[in-house]
């Protein structure tokens, strides 16, 4: 049974110390003048309801008048418990839990704490991310509207999958090309070197004669696409809060661009040789007639309400570090600025093209992930122009792994490498291959200890 606590002389001087009259610091308490004139006097002794306010207002001093450990075990448990998202306790209740279920106390207050630590994380990316937000490049703004829109356009998807069913084109591009031209547009080869690749002039599309097959059918389809779903695509891009009009426009063309994939790759038909092949890539590619990165691209838009595919995280890659398509059904989000964790395998690919990477990867959190990356090459045509190296990496979680065929390669249980977002996001204290401290940490430098890093991240 608690034993009663009387600290009149105590309360008293905590009041006066406050600069605070008795009816002040009884309506700070939530007490009656009377109430707290007869706690001064020691006539009742302090309750649970007067601990807890105390512990509110003056955590500091309520561990010097009920004792150390008790007191800021109350008072970071009466923090806790203000939490907005926590249902209310009482004073007398939490007082109680923190005396009768000490090392329960405990747990909630270590979990408060966790999640302060990760909402001031949050905040950090946050302000990093809005501090710019004003001078987003029209890209930028339309990269991160995909991806507010979760990468799935549901209008679009739908129209263009009814259009492809009654087309009878699931894995046959001809009808596309064949549709195009019935809208009296003429398709025509160019055989000088040009770096276009694609020119429309409003009746005829002239594409490059360095295009491969996949890319040349999908400008067909996009072409078709920003034909056929003008309407819908117009509506879009009038609704979308962007201002430049660089961005508009963008954004019109990327729909297109979404709407082409749709009518290639028609939702149902998709997802259900995917779900068939286990989600292998090159299968699916050869299936529909698609290169590589347009089917993992595919993939990460599987999320129709109702009749979701696997969650899949899809970004791409260039030799630079810099992420250039970028999005994520599933816990794992990209840095939204700079490169990628240098220790996911995407950047090993970019090196080795032709070749899939295959990783199990453990995030901060705990989290695991299975992921695959392939570089790629898209041809120039011509000496004087370089190629375009990247990689594309689409992962998924490895609870999924059952589905995804990349996984056993390396099993949903092996050793997982431990990767973060982005250096400067990242928490882990002992990776040798960190580019940056964590934003949120303080560093320390030793000058007699030679490390990998020549810091220690606190």
Known sequence: MRQRLYAGAALRDLRRAAGLTQRAMA?????????????????????????????????????????????????????????????????????????????????????????????????????????????????????????????????????????????GGTGNAEWVEAALRARGVTIVTDQHDDAALARFDGTRLTLSAALPAESRRFLIAHRFAAHAFAAPIAAIVAAAPLAQEEARRLLATGLANYAAGALLMPYRAFRDEARRGRHDIDRLARRFNTSFEQTCHRLSTLQRPGEEGIPFYFCRVDMAGNITKRHSATPLQFARFGGACPLWHVHEAAAIPDRILVQLAETPDGARYVSLAKGLVKPSGQFARSPRRYAVLLGCEARHAADFVYADAVGPRGTATPIGISCRLCPRADCDQRAFPPTDRAIVVDAAERRAVPYRVM
Do not use: C
């Open 27 to 167: 309506q700070r308490l939530a007490l009656s003048v009377s109430y707290l004139s007869q706690l001064e006097s020691d006539e009742r002794p302090l309750t649970g309801a007067v601990l807890a306010a105390l512990a509110r207002h003056f955590p500091a001093a309520l561990a010097q008048i009920e004792g150390e450990v008790p007191a800021r075990r109350l008072a970071a448990l009466a923090q806790a418990l203000a939490e907005p998202t926590v249902a209310p306790m009482s004073p007398d209740e939490v007082a109680r839990l923190a005396e009768q279920s000490p090392d329960l106390a405990d747990r909630l207050i270590a979990l408060h704490a966790a999640k302060r630590e990760a909402d001031a994380r949050a905040a950090l990316a946050e302000e990093a991310m809005t501090a710019g937000a004003g001078a987003r490049l029209p890209w930028e703004a339309v990269r991160d509207w995909f991806h507010e829109a979760g990468n799935y356009v549901d209008p679009l998807d739908l129209a263009a999958e009814a259009l492809a069913g009654k087309q």
